[in-house]
């Protein structure tokens, strides 16, 4: 994964163990204190909830223990299209986009960010400015120039 998208991960490991966590531990203490658990549906809501923050807590964990972390910006790639780069296009109606390939986690079209497992990100690995794509895409074919590559 890129560090921006270690750090968006880190950030939300410490807001679930800091701010999540200590919230739903008073929710289930104040649920407790109504009584009767067997009937109780905010109890049952809030174990829920913790459930889930646990689990959430452990994949963080997990993801983080074991990526790879890479900074675009200290990539030297020789121009091709790398996990990392940031890549200009352009299809044959001559419209433009700006993509940054990122890990599936961080991937997030509406800012420009897609996944490494997409098949335009496959499509434009290893290729570098000036190279033509072809990508297979649930409306036909799509064939894009790479008119720049860049490591921000």
């Not at 008073?26 to 905010?42: T, W, Y």
């Not at 889930?52 to 993801?63: D, Q, S, T, V």
């Not at 030297?76 to 700006?98: I, Q, S, W």
């Not at 960010?113 to 074919?141: C, D, F, M, N």
Request: aromatic share 4%.
């Amino acid at each position: 994964m890129t560090k921006r998208g270690a750090d968006l991960l880190r950030a939300e490991l410490h807001r679930l163990k800091t701010v999540e966590r200590p919230a739903n531990s008073k929710a289930i203490g104040e649920a407790r204190s109504h009584g009767d658990l067997s009937e109780n549906a905010e109890y049952h809501a809030a174990r829920e909830r913790a459930g889930f923050i646990e689990g959430r807590i452990a994949e963080l964990e997990a993801k983080l223990a074991n990526a790879q972390v890479i900074d675009p910006k200290l990539l030297h790639a020789d121009g091709r299209c790398v996990f990392g780069a940031t890549v200009d296009v352009e299809d044959h109606g001559g419209e433009r986009a700006t993509w940054q390939i990122v890990g599936e986690d961080e991937a997030d079209i509406k800012a420009g960010r897609i996944s490494i497992s997409s098949p335009i990100a496959r499509a434009l690995i290893g290729k570098e400015a000036g190279e033509s794509v072809e990508v297979q895409t649930p409306g036909g074919v799509k064939r894009y120039e790479i008119v720049d590559v860049r490591y921000e």
